[in-house]
């Protein structure tokens, strides 16, 4: 009896108690010495099966170590200052582009202060010596010197637009300055300035392939959901059980069929997109993202079972019933699940017109609005529920059968 | 202890981390190879990675970008890698950087890549321990063809081994203790390089184990029978005769073989057969591939009559199916045939047998003149020649009736080339009695004795897989808890706990496949133990000869003076 205390752990024979340390084991050891329970090694093989999908597949990663924070810590260091004086910048841009009239020289100088000409004897930029020929000039956003070939001159058509990238400038003054104005800046100031305006540019714009993938992938995702139901109804439907109706089986193979017409499509489409001759990229990208989608209708759609026809439903359904009887097991009543709506998806208002109000018996009412709950949910493909729905029904049924029994018994 | 689904495992995490998206996966050489170990390419597009780019392909760096695209990094830690990825990080060709790298990397070079990252494109900068090759579930390889200069560690090939266990252990989430040959100071480098390591990077090797594993590092000198052997098991044989590299068997020296077999993939991950296959001797392939002919064949005939429109339904439902058999059994047919065919061609089986003999019994007289009878076969191929002379001159080196010298004589007169005399010299001076601690001749005593009657009374013992090779007797004495102290001490102040049931064994130098087939009968015989298996590279004969050769270049030779017609100028 000692032993009947001790928990054991691990793959275990049903039979003998051991550990056999590996579900192979356990298998290989069932097969050779307890062939003859046939059940057990189906349900061990079947827990197997589960597992291995779940757990040993998909092994769990080993560790890993980020270092995600640490180099966010130094980049902000460095980011932070570039970005004030990006701003600062802006702020700067902003007051030059209201500037105007005969003092604007004056104006530019009180805004930033201009390097004296004297300390600059060279053009930092292009180290040649300033003279007659090669004159000082300043950068209006930040006041240092460069000479006028090292200069970078903004249209203000553009300054309109770092400025204020979203309203184009339509509700302040268009022409501040005369058309076709320049700012004269310096290499350094038009870096920040054109880096901030191409991130903004690159926000803004999402090439079409993103959109059709995007739907491909949204899909996808709902072909997958599909398919993972449909094998398990293919499961449920071949192993003799009763939760869910062939014809449902065989709908959720039309619709999966459809899906994958309508992601072999897109997936053409995307494949023919126009590509730049100068972006082989582009093109190896949208060939693979095609041929990756006809592996996947290949390898998971088309690979899919067909559904059984009626008569091997009727055989396998008969054999089931037959193993029942030799076995003499009796099966454990499933218990009732309460329907739940996982997706927050709920049988439209049943319209209380449909059920026949003549029925006083509330048992008959409550079996027709399952009933109509059944037929919604069928439509939906909420295939779950209405296995969940039919064991309510049967419930129902058996309950008022019992009612009928005994009011017969009372008269 | 399964190395391909620690791998798949961190490749999945990688994949799937990073948001969904289009993505392109950023690799250099070695990274390229450990994924290609266990991902084939449509099944890493079916995780959303669409285009592969190497780091350091010489026209990378010119090439354009997609801003569109997701950038999966998966690069080494070496200094190379950091600086491209700089220069990348400046002028970024995609919009988003996720970067793993694939051992533990330096804080130095974090605050370097994070100072490069002035567009903000970096969301994730990881450690993923995966720095080596999953070859098989329990085999690994660190990739390097050879790891000696002057018969001393190459400090490269030291460095990346250390590298190598290192992320092994880490991905396994082992933190073993550490034994190693007491003979080699190789050995005794390298562990006590592992050891300082695991020491120093003590947080992340703090795993709550059960019972310490134990990591058992060994020479290949104390061993240089095995990889000189033909083989008869399919993966095996297969390397001997054609070569694997990185699970890819290049065919295009076959004849008459078709364009898109020049070079086929066996992988155990997506190929049945060859899973099903890969430890089978060469006679049941035979048979099992011929059921597979057969399966084929019922399933093509079974195509042929499509007369109803319920046949054509069930053709197009079977047809992919059909399609990826059809290519499978093409594929294996062409590797046996052209595997059947060599064998016929140069009496491999012949070869074989006498190889088997003197590596496992005693009887210097008729070896030797078996050796001279097939020295004198023009169909024995001269590798084949000179190799059955280097086992005979490892066998009887110190035999009184060694005649190493008539053997060269007879080498000499087949037209042998020098090179292939001057290994007989090479592995004499690599792995000769002087270097090795086991007694690796040791075959007759009286248990293996009557352990031969009772087999041979049986007859399940097949001549051409009597050897077994130095690390079956490791492994029992292991597993008995019956390996020596001395022989194999423990670095550093482990001591001897009870057995391990986790053993990860390391040979320096390569291993083989014969080996990686000892193990994983070992496995099946011992449920409770675990053992998983590595070396510095996987070899076949050619190319432990090539490192061979490597190891002892300008070597003066010391326990080779005797042999006076070979000479080295």
């Known amino acids: 009896m000692a032993e009947a205390n001790t928990i054991q752990e691990g793959f275990l024979c049903p039979m003998c108690h051991k550990d056999l340390r590996s579900p192979n084991n356990l298998i290989v ?119 006028n070939s090292c200069s970078y001159f903004l249209p203000y058509e553009i300054a309109q637009t770092i400025v204020a990238p979203v309203n184009n400038g339509s509700d302040r003054e268009p022409a501040t300055g005369k058309e076709g104005d320049n700012l004269r800046i310096c290499n350094h100031c038009w870096n920040m300035l054109d880096c901030r305006r191409r991130v903004q540019i690159e926000q803004m714009k999402q090439p079409i392939i993103c959109q059709l993938y995007s739907h491909l992938q949204k899909n996808k995702f709902h072909i997958q959901n599909t398919v993972d139901m449909y094998e398990k109804m293919y499961n449920s439907l071949v192993s003799g059980e009763t939760t869910y109706l062939l014809q449902d089986l065989q709908s959720l193979r039309t619709t999966i069929a459809d899906k994958a017409q309508m992601i072999d499509t897109l997936s053409k489409k995307i494949a023919l997109l126009p590509v730049d001759p100068g972006m082989p990229k582009a093109a190896a990208l949208q060939n693979n993202i095609r041929k990756a989608t006809s592996v996947y209708i290949k390898d998971y759609l088309l690979t899919l079972s067909a559904p059984p026809t009626v008569q091997e439903l009727e055989k396998i359904k008969r ?34 017109e449909t059920t026949v109000v ?54 | 202890m399964n190395v391909i689904a620690a791998v798949k495992a961190y490749v999945l995490k990688m994949t799937e981390e990073s948001e969904p998206g289009m993505k392109v996966l950023l690799m250099d050489k070695e990274t390229t190879s450990v994924i ?4 084939g390419q449509s099944e890493i597009q079916q995780k959303e990675v669409f285009l592969l780019e190497r780091i350091d392909s010489p026209n990378y760096s010119n090439s354009s970008g997609l801003r569109y695209l997701k950038c999966l990094v998966f690069l080494r830690p070496t200094q190379q890698n950091i600086e491209a990825l700089c220069t990348e990080l400046r002028n970024p060709k995609y919009g988003a950087y996720y970067i793993y790298f694939s051992n533990i990397i330096a804080k130095a ?35 390097l063809s050879t790891c000696m200069n002057s018969l001393q560690w190459d400090q490269g090939a030291l460095q990346r081994s250390v590298q190598g266990i290192i992320s092994l252990l880490l991905s ?21 390089r592992i050891d300082e390591i695991m020491s120093k990077e003590s947080s992340l090797f703090a795993f709550g184990q059960n019972s310490q594993p134990l990591l058992l590092i060994l020479d290949r000198r104390d061993d240089p029978i095995t990889p000189l052997l033909n083989q008869w098991t399919y993966q095996a044989m297969v390397h001997e005769l054609l070569t694997i590299n990185n699970n890819r068997v290049n065919l295009s020296n076959v004849t008459g073989v078709s364009k898109e077999l020049s070079e086929v993939v066996l992988s155990a991950e997506q190929d049945t057969f060859y899973a099903k296959n890969i430890f089978m001797n060469y006679g049941e392939i035979g048979t099992n591939i011929k059921q597979l002919m057969d399966q084929f064949q019922a399933k093509a005939k079974s195509h042929q009559k499509i007369e109803s429109i319920a046949d054509m339904k069930c053709f197009v439902e079977a047809y992919p199916q059909f399609k990826k058999l059809s290519g499978n059994v093409t594929k294996h047919v062409t590797v046996v045939g052209e595997l059947s065919a060599m064998v016929t061609k140069y009496h491999l089986l012949d070869v074989s047998e006498v190889e088997q003999e003197i590596s496992s019994q005693n009887d210097h007289s008729s070896h030797l003149h078996s050796i001279k009878k097939l020295l004198n076969n023009e169909k024995v191929r001269s590798t084949d020649a000179a190799k059955l002379v280097m086992l005979y001159a490892l066998r009887y080196q110190n035999h009184s009736n060694n005649d190493l010298t008539g053997l060269i004589e007879l080498l000499k007169k087949r037209g042998v080339s020098d090179r292939l005399l001057r290994h007989i010299v090479n592995i004499l001076e690599y792995a000769g009695s002087h270097a090795r601690q086991s007694d690796l001749f040791n075959v007759e005593n009286a248990v293996k004795i009557t352990k031969r009657f009772i087999k041979g009374l049986s007859g399940v013992d097949n001549v051409y897989t009597q050897h077994k090779p130095l690390l079956h007797d490791t492994l029992e004495n292991l597993v008995k808890g019956r390996l020596k102290d001395q022989l194999y001490p423990f670095i550093g102040n482990h001591f001897s706990n009870g057995r391990p049931q986790d053993i990860i064994i390391f040979i320096i130098g390569g291993a083989t496949y014969e080996e990686s087939l000892t193990v994983h009968s070992f496995n099946k015989n011992y449920p409770s133990f675990n053992i998983l298996l590595g070396g510095t590279t996987i070899h076949n004969s050619a190319s432990f000869l090539e490192e061979v050769e490597q190891a002892t270049r300008n070597v003066p030779r010391k326990h080779t003076r005797n042999i006076r017609n070979i000479r080295f100028d």
């Open chain 1, 319 to 352: 054999n089931r019933s037959i193993g029942v009887v030799e076995d003499d097991i009796p099966t454990p009543k499933p218990s009732i699940k309460k329907v739940t709506v996982t997706t927050g998806w709920s049988p439209a208002n049943v319209t209380n």
């Open chain 1, 358 to 411: 003549e029925e006083n018996d509330p048992l008959l009412e409550q079996m027709n609005i399952v009933r109509n709950y059944i037929d919604q949910a069928r439509k939906a493909q909420r295939f779950e529920e209405v296995a969940s729905l039919q064991e309510n029904l049967q419930l129902l049924k058996k309950m008022y059968r019992e009612q009928q029994k005994e009011e017969y018994g009372k008269k």
């Open chain 2, 172 to 192: 396994l989430k082992k933190c073993p203790a550490i034994r190693y040959q007491a003979n080699s100071r190789l050995c005794k480098d390298l562990g006590t």
């Open chain 2, 36 to 39: 290609s170990m266990v991902y």
């Open chain 1, 29 to 147: 050891h069932f097969q050779d010495l307890h062939s003859e329970e046939q059940d057990i090694l189906k349900s061990i093989k079947d827990i197997y099966d589960k597992y291995y999908l779940e757990y040993s597949d998909p092994q769990e990663p080993g560790p890993t170590r980020s270092h995600t924070d640490y180099f966010r810590a130094v980049r902000r260091e460095r980011l932070d200052h570039r970005t004030t004086e990006t701003n600062k910048l802006i702020i700067r841009l902003d007051r030059l582009l209201r500037f105007y009239g005969s003092d604007r020289k004056q104006q530019e100088q009180e805004l930033v202060t201009w390097v004296e000409g004297y300390l600059v004897s060279r053009c930092p930029a292009c180290t040649l010596p300033f003279n007659i020929a090669r004159r000082q000039h300043h950068c209006r956003l930040c006041g240092s010197i460069m000479c």
């Open chain 2, 109 to 143: 070079d974090i605050k370097v890549l994070a100072e490069h990252d002035e567009h903000e494109v970096v969301k994730e900068v990881q450690e993923l321990y995966m720095d080596y090759l999953a070859v098989n579930p329990h085999l690994f390889s660190i990739g």
